[in-house]
C-alpha cells in the first residue's frame, strides 16, 4: 500500500507545470507537521497523528446520499456534490450563480496560495494537493434566495477540497456547506469568500465526518464596503476537528458575525480557531462561540480580535461558553485582543463550567426527571446558536443534536 509521501508525489507528477504545487509541497517538507511546542498547535492531540498512514485520494470515491443530505437538499435550491475534493455534479442552473472548477494557484486575498498560507502547514497540503478550486460566483446584485448546499463527501484516505465563493457588488446568497464520510480518513479544506460592496452572505459549515477523521480546516471571509458575513460553524463529527474561522474586514462599515458550535463525547477533540481583523473604520464584528463536552472528550476555543490603527470607531464582541456534561471531561477558553487604535469598543468574555444545578433542581421539583431535565438545560445551552441558522437547515441540526445528546451520558459533578 502505498504511504502518503508516495501517493502525493504521484499525484504532483499529474500537475508536473504548476510551478505553486511544486513549491508548497516543498515549502511542506521542510517545515513538517506542527509541533505541540507552537504555541498554536500545544492543545492538539499530533502525538496521536501520523499523515504516512493515508493515501492522497487521486480520483473521487464512491458515495451514496445519506439521509441528512437528503434532508438538507430538500430545503436548497441547487445542490453541489465534492468528492474527496473532486468536483462530480455542480447542479442545476440558478440564476445569478455560476459554479466551476479552476487550476488556480492565487488567494482570493491577492497573491498566490503559498504566500498567503506559508506558514500553515496544512494549509500548504491543500495549496499542493487540492485537485482543483471549486469556484461559486453570485453575480452583482443578484439575490439568490434559495440556499446553495454544497455536500462535501469524503471516503478514506486524504482529501483536499479547495473552495472559493465570490459575491459581487450588492449580491446576497445562503451557503451551506456540508461534511460527511471520511472514516479512517484525513480532511483538509481550504476555503475563502470574497464579498464585494454591499454584498451580504449567510454562510453555514457543517461538520458531521465519521468518529475516526482528522479535521483541519481553514476559511477566510475578505469584506469590502458595507459588507455582511453571517456564518455559523457546527462541529458533530471527527475524531479532531480543528476549525480556523478568519474575517478581514478591509472596507468601512462591514460587518462580520461568527458563531461556532460543537458537541464532543468519547474521546472527541474540537479545536476552535478565529481571528478578526478590522482594518477600516466602523467595523463591526460579534463572535458567540458555545460548545458542550461529554465522556473525556475536550475542546479548545482561542480567539483573537486584532484592531489596526486607523479602524476608528470599530465594535468588536467575543463570548465563549463551554458547558462540560463529565467531570472528565475539559475545555480550554483563551480569548484575545490586540489594539492599535483609540476610538474603538471591545470586549471579551469566557466561561467553562457543569450545567447549573439550581436549574436542574427547579425542572425536577416541577416533575420532570433528572435526565430530561439535563436533556432541556442542553438543548436551551444550544438553541441560541440554533436560531441564527437559516430555519430550514436550523430543523435539521436542533433533530441531529437532539438525536447525539440521546447517546451521551451525562455525569454531574
Given at each position: ?12 507528477l499529474?500537475?508536473?507545470k504548476?510551478?505553486?504545487?511544486h ?41 451514496t ?27 442545476r442552473?440558478t440564476d ?13 486575498a ?8 506559508e ?12 485537485p ?7 453575480a ?10 454544497i455536500?462535501y ?16 457588488r ?11 464520510g ?11 469568500y ?15 465526518l ?23 460553524v ?6 479532531y476537528?480543528?476549525?480556523r ?38 467595523t ?9 463536552v ?10 483573537l ?16 461558553h ?16 490586540d489594539?492599535?487604535e483609540n ?9 467553562v ?11 425536577e ?5 433528572r435526565?430530561d431535565a439535563?436533556?432541556l438545560l442542553?438543548?436551551?445551552f ?6 441564527a ?20 451520558a451525562?455525569?454531574?459533578?
Amino acid at each position: 500500500m502505498e504511504n502518503f509521501t508516495t501517493s502525493a508525489t504521484s499525484f504532483l507528477l499529474e500537475h508536473a507545470k504548476n510551478v505553486v504545487r511544486h513549491d508548497a509541497w516543498s515549502a511542506f517538507v521542510e517545515s513538517g507537521l506542527p509541533l505541540t511546542s507552537d504555541e498554536v498547535w500545544r492543545y492538539a492531540p499530533l502525538g496521536n497523528f501520523a499523515l504516512e498512514r493515508y493515501q492522497v485520494a487521486q480520483a473521487p470515491g464512491g458515495v451514496t446520499n445519506s439521509p441528512l443530505v437528503d434532508a438538507l437538499a430538500a430545503g436548497s435550491g441547487r445542490v453541489v456534490r465534492v468528492v474527496d475534493g473532486f468536483l462530480v455534479d455542480a447542479g442545476r442552473d440558478t440564476d445569478g450563480v455560476e459554479v466551476s472548477v479552476e487550476e488556480s494557484v492565487d488567494s482570493l486575498a491577492g497573491g498566490s496560495l503559498l504566500e498567503h498560507y506559508e506558514r500553515d502547514s496544512f494549509a500548504l497540503l491543500n495549496c499542493a494537493l487540492a485537485p482543483s478550486t471549486l469556484v461559486v460566483r453570485v453575480a452583482p446584485g443578484a439575490h439568490v434566495t434559495a440556499p446553495i448546499l454544497i455536500v462535501y463527501s469524503a471516503t478514506s484516505g486524504a482529501s483536499f477540497p479547495r473552495t472559493h465563493v465570490i459575491l459581487g457588488r450588492g449580491a446576497q446568497a445562503t451557503i451551506i456547506e456540508y461534511f460527511e464520510g471520511g472514516r479512517d480518513g484525513l480532511v483538509v479544506p481550504l476555503e475563502e469568500y470574497q464579498l464585494d460592496d454591499n454584498a451580504s452572505l449567510q454562510l453555514v459549515n457543517y461538520q458531521r465526518l465519521d468518529a475516526t477523521a482528522w479535521h483541519v480546516a481553514r476559511t477566510t471571509g475578505f469584506l469590502a464596503r458595507d459588507a455582511r458575513l453571517v456564518q455559523g460553524v457546527v462541529g458533530l463529527g471527527s475524531h479532531y476537528d480543528r476549525s480556523r474561522n478568519d474575517a478581514e474586514l478591509r472596507g468601512a462599515n462591514a460587518s462580520n458575525e461568527l458563531r461556532t458550535t460543537f458537541l464532543g463525547a468519547g474521546d472527541q477533540v474540537h479545536d476552535f480557531r478565529t481571528h478578526q481583523l478590522h482594518l477600516a473604520p466602523r467595523t463591526t464584528s460579534t463572535l458567540l462561540s458555545k460548545g458542550a463536552v461529554a465522556d473525556s472528550s475536550r475542546s479548545v476555543y482561542t480567539g483573537l480580535i486584532e484592531i489596526e490603527k486607523g479602524a476608528k470607531r470599530t465594535d468588536a464582541r467575543q463570548t465563549n461558553h463551554n458547558l462540560l456534561l463529565s467531570p472528565a471531561a475539559h475545555a480550554d477558553s483563551v480569548p484575545n485582543l490586540d489594539i492599535r487604535e483609540n476610538d474603538v469598543m471591545c470586549a471579551h468574555a469566557s466561561s467553562v463550567g457543569p450545567l447549573d444545578e439550581l436549574q436542574r433542581w427547579y425542572l425536577e421539583s416541577r416533575g420532570v426527571s433528572r435526565a430530561d431535565a439535563e436533556r432541556l438545560l442542553i438543548q436551551g445551552f444550544f438553541y441560541e446558536m440554533l436560531t441564527a441558522l437559516p430555519s430550514d437547515l436550523a430543523q435539521v441540526v436542533e433533530a441531529d443534536v437532539t438525536d447525539t445528546l440521546s447517546r451521551v451520558a451525562v455525569v454531574a459533578p
